[in-house]
């Protein structure tokens, strides 16, 4: 297993610098489906969607996708590690402290190095794959190690200004369940304030180093790599299928590549064991265009 440390929380960031079930593609859902896509807001007018920024406790962490279950609710995602509590070098779910369920959490716009960005909306910590764990007294360590995925119920007075496309990229228009190959491509969207606001290095497009032999894994390069703030951000593959949610930035020995969470997996241990009736990834709006 490569050396790896958590892709670091713009509070964390900022002192080492001073020192199972696929979802439907949105062409083939079917009409009780297309009408609950319908009802969310337009991809160019939402200010909640994959790419946002979220705040918890100060952290910055930027959302992947947008889940919703048997109720209707509707859930944005982000990296379990965001609501972490120990250092950015903490990355083993099954021992490393997290802030509780119930704490709040901001949706924020337009924040940079200069800017504290725009409060959009917010919502509730409901589910973590850290705490889940802990509390199942869970024994795999690859799940320990890679299992990192939170997930966010927006405010009812915040649903309306939610969509589930990918900014840039559209999609996704389903799940992943098969992993990746070397060399397969792959599409993410970052939102770090790190990168002063300049939108057009949000947009990422890299290659899979394959799948790690525990499957909860994919190492990936992408241009420009993830960077302290990206957390929990998502990864689309080649098809535009949601892939993952990206955890870790290895310092060796792949210096410089991302880790990203095997969606599929994170999600099926969350519908097991997160008490969330009908849980599942909402497809987006937008058809997938991977054109860079």
Known sequence: MPTSTKVLTLAAAAGLLAAAAASTPASAAPAQQRQALAAYAPADSATIHPGTMMYTDGAQCTANFVYTDTAGTTYVGYAAHCAGLGEATDTDGCTSGSLPLGT?????????????????GGGTLVYSS????????ETDADACAYNDLALVKVDAADVGKVNPSIPFWGGPVGLNTTGTAAGDTVYSYGNSSLRAGIEQLSPKQGISLGTDPSGWTHPVYTVTPGVPGDSGSAFLDAEGNALGTLSTLALAPLAGSNGVGDLARELAYAQANGGIAGLRLVPGTEPFSPIL
């Open 130 to 137: 850290w705490l889940t764990m802990q509390q199942r007294g």
């Open 104 to 120: 709040k959490v901001d949706f924020v716009e337009g924040g940079s190095l200069v800017s504290d960005g725009t409060r959009v």
